[in-house]
């Protein structure tokens, strides 16, 4: 039987040290190639929280706080203390996209994947490799629904609710 590909959501991050060398552009280009969509995308600064549940599975690693300082971009102080988070949807859209980006550990990836052209690891023995991207559709909806809300995202992906919240504040501008 022939293999079907099927719609996929992934959760993509370009980490801080994509940011800091300028390559945000030249990813994007190589993301391209995948012919996906993007249906969300945002700057965000990292807290300690979102990086302990984004990366539940190392949280116990002895290298952890190590990787902490990275993901958060405090390595490299507070003008990049911020990554790019993007939703992209299509066929095969998770597997397409780890294998551009290459394999984790930049040293080991393919020189011309994405994290093989662009990673290092770093003094602290980090895998410095410019970019997240989900591995699984388990994780892809558990990351989406971690780092977006709903209405930041211009599909109905997932089921949603609605509730009803009395004295809920928001900002708005002024
Ligand atoms: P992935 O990013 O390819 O999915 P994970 O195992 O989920 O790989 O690890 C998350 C991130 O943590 C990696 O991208 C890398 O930046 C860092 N990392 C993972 N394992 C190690 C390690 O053994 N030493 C240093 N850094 C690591
Ligand atoms: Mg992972």
Same mark, same amino acid.
């Given at each position: 039987?022939?293999?079907?590909?099927?719609?996929?959501?992934?959760?993509?991050?370009?980490?801080? $040290? /994509?940011?800091? !060398?300028?390559?945000?552009?030249?990813?994007? &280009?190589?993301?391209? @190639? #995948?012919?996906?969509?993007? *249906?969300?995308?945002?700057?965000?600064?990292?807290?300690?929280?979102?990086?302990?549940?984004?990366?539940?599975?190392?949280?116990?690693?002895?290298?952890?706080?190590?990787?902490?300082?990275?993901?958060?971009?405090?390595?490299?102080?507070?003008?990049?203390?911020?990554?790019?988070?993007?939703?992209?949807?299509?066929? $095969? /859209?998770?597997? !397409?996209?780890?294998?551009?980006?290459?394999? &984790?550990?930049?040293? @080991? #990836?393919?020189?011309?994947? *994405?994290?093989?052209?662009?990673?290092?690891?770093?003094?602290?023995?980090?895998?410095?490799?410019?970019?997240?991207?989900?591995?699984?559709?388990?994780?892809?909806?558990?990351?989406?629904?971690?780092?977006?809300?709903?209405?930041?995202?211009?599909?109905?992906?997932?089921?949603?609710?609605?509730?009803?919240?009395? $004295?809920?504040?928001?900002?708005?501008?002024?």
């Amino acid at each position: 039987m022939q293999n079907k590909e099927k719609t996929q959501y992934t959760l993509i991050i370009l980490k801080p $040290d /994509a940011l800091v !060398k300028s390559l945000t552009g030249n990813i994007l &280009t190589r993301l391209s @190639e #995948a012919r996906l969509r993007i *249906i969300a995308a945002k700057i965000v600064k990292v807290s300690r929280e979102i990086a302990e549940k984004h990366y539940a599975h190392l949280k116990e690693k002895p290298f952890f706080n190590d990787l902490y300082e990275y993901f958060s971009g405090k390595t490299y102080g507070p003008d990049y203390e911020r990554v790019l988070v993007m939703v992209y949807e299509g066929d $095969d /859209a998770i597997t !397409k996209v780890r294998k551009i980006a290459g394999a &984790t550990n930049p040293l @080991e #990836a393919d020189p011309i994947t *994405i994290r093989g052209a662009y990673g290092r690891i770093n003094k602290k023995g980090i895998m410095e490799n410019v970019i997240h991207c989900s591995d699984s559709d388990e994780s892809a909806e558990n990351e989406v629904k971690m780092w977006f809300k709903p209405d930041d995202i211009i599909e109905n992906i997932y089921p949603t609710k609605v509730e009803t919240i009395r $004295d809920y504040k928001i900002r708005t501008w002024a």
